[in-house]
């Protein structure tokens, strides 16, 4: 079945720091891949995707690839903000799946001034 | 305007009782969905509608039942509520053939059964 692996937090950076997330996933045929970010007492917001592979999902500095060939989909941010906060999630929908998204089990980021 | 809108946003109840979540969408979106977050953050889908019928049913206790009046609704109704459902519920829609499928969420409902 499908499944999504993601790096474990909790990630605690600096101001300006540079951001990685890694995210890798299973699936049985030919995935869509995206990225959701969930604020403090909010729900989620699709923060970026890519539907193929070596497509890039770009989004508020946010950047991500997916790399067929490493099954891939690390997310990454040059220099974080304060208002990054909050916890990511890794996700992956298919067509042989009925397109529900599988998650990853979130990384909760915080970011110190 | 909310795109996806949940309502109520808090809902503490005792054991044994029985509650209703909706969910209503103005995206013109044909596919619904209900997730479930746990303490741990970790999301998991329950059910998908796509134009009113059920596509997707997780193996969920069948104290939890869907009902989706109509393509811009989706509500989420528990019979006898139990500790184990305390939890955060998300609602999300999105539309068939669009690319990557992607899915908009609700606000989310925070049920605590005490």
């Known amino acids: 079945g499908n499944s999504v692996t993601q790096m474990e937090g909790p990630v605690t950076l600096s101001e300006e720091a540079f951001l990685t997330i890694n995210c890798t996933y299973t699936?049985?045929?030919?995935?869509?891949l995206f990225w959701y970010v969930q604020y403090p007492g909010e729900g989620l917001q699709l923060l970026l995707k890519?539907?193929?592979?070596?497509d890039k999902g770009s989004n508020k500095g946010f950047e991500a690839t997916y790399r067929k060939e490493t099954t891939s989909f690390h997310l990454e941010k040059g220099s974080v903000q304060v208002s990054d906060s909050a916890v990511y999630f890794c996700?992956?929908?298919?067509?042989?799946?009925?397109?529900?998204?599988?998650f990853g089990a979130g990384t909760t980021v915080t970011v110190r001034a | 305007d909310t795109a996806v809108s949940q309502t109520p946003k808090y809902l503490v109840t005792q054991m044994g009782n029985d509650k209703s979540i909706k969910c209503e969408q103005n995206?013109?979106?044909?596919?619904m969905y209900w997730y479930k977050q746990d303490s741990k953050k970790f999301l998991k889908i329950m059910f998908s509608?796509?134009?009113?019928?059920?596509?997707i049913n997780e193996t969920v206790p069948n104290r939890f039942s869907p009902k989706s009046p109509d393509k811009a609704h989706l509500n989420l109704h528990i019979n006898s509520l139990e500790l184990g459902d305390s939890a955060v519920y998300f609602c999300?829609?999105?539309?068939?053939?669009?690319?990557?499928?992607?899915?908009?969420f609700g606000p989310g409902t925070r049920l605590t059964v005490t």
């Open positions: 999300a829609s999105s539309q068939t053939g669009s690319k990557g499928y992607e899915q908009y």
């Open positions: 699936a049985t045929g030919y995935p869509s």
């Open positions: 890519a539907t193929k592979a070596d």
């Open positions: 996700a992956l929908s298919e067509s042989n799946n009925d397109y529900k998204l599988s």
């Open positions: 995206l013109g979106h044909d596919t």
């Open positions: 509608y796509n134009n009113k019928e059920l596509i």
